[in-house]
């Protein structure tokens, strides 16, 4: 692919491009506000879910119990209940519960993410707002969206400040990510962020960025850039597409 071609990428009639202005974190906070009304309009047509206030955990939850609890759905709706009812130590902090964006027609691809947004806290909703926009362009100029890709992030609370969850944290969402994965049963996983490479693919970024990374569920996992990232650093969008192209072979090549 010749630079000229990377100014934008038209797949699907669909343009991502490739020449945004690089955004800071203050610019992208400040944008937030004035199109959150276009950005909750736009998450009108996404696989709906429900908004679950949380509640204070009255008592100190364990691996035990979060092991257990995790354990008992057979199905992804069940798992999406058990993860609004547990009590895990940031829902105190949170707005709402960020269940998983469950693909009402699944095409084999799952998306693994880490802490919810400021954005995705208010309204509940996985990967919302600039950078859910920014998303769902990448993904539908590999022809899909997010009615055939589950997203499940790493906690399904938003961490004060934003911040890295502790590794107490994380350990006690897990057991509900591996269940969430485990009844999916994707052919491949896409990871997004750093916490995500790390947790699932066991590689960092950026040296991991693109690889592919075989699991020992028989899934491989492909490790890229948050989209949030790729908002203040347009030029990683190259590699982000490279690897968004392997993604797309490798669920043409699983279904052959």
């Known amino acids: 692919m010749q630079d000229n071609d990377l100014q934008y990428l038209s797949l699907a009639g669909v343009r991502w491009e490739l020449n945004d202005i690089p955004m800071t974190l203050v610019d992208i906070n400040a944008s937030s506000a004035e199109s959150e009304r276009g950005a909750v309009q736009s998450q009108i047509s996404r696989t709906q879910t429900s908004i679950v206030p949380p509640v204070a955990p009255s008592v100190p939850m364990s691996m035990d119990t979060a092991v257990a609890m995790a354990a008992r759905p057979t199905d992804i709706s069940a798992l999406s209940r058990m993860i609004a009812e547990f009590n895990h130590p940031l829902r105190a902090g949170a707005t709402n519960v960020v269940l998983p964006n469950i693909a009402i027609k699944p095409n084999g691809l799952v998306i693994v993410t880490d802490v919810p947004s400021a954005e995705d806290d208010a309204n509940g909703k996985i990967l919302s707002g600039a950078v859910g926009e920014l998303l769902d362009k990448m993904l539908l100029a590999i022809g899909m969206t997010r009615e055939n890709v589950s997203i499940i992030p ?16 994380l350990d006690l969402a897990r057991p509900f990510v591996n269940r969430a994965l485990e009844l999916l049963s994707p052919r491949v996983i896409l990871t997004l962020g750093t916490l995500a490479a790390s947790e699932i693919a066991g590689v960092s970024l950026p040296r991991g960025h693109g690889s592919v990374v075989s699991l020992e569920s028989g899934a491989v996992c492909m490790p890229i850039f948050h989209p949030n990232y790729l908002m203040l650093k347009p030029a990683a969008k190259r590699d982000a597409w490279n690897a968004l192209q392997i993604v797309q072979n490798l669920l043409k090549s699983s279904n052959e």
């Open 154 to 169: 790493l906690v399904f609370w938003r961490t004060p400040g934003g911040r890295t969850p502790s590794k107490t944290e």
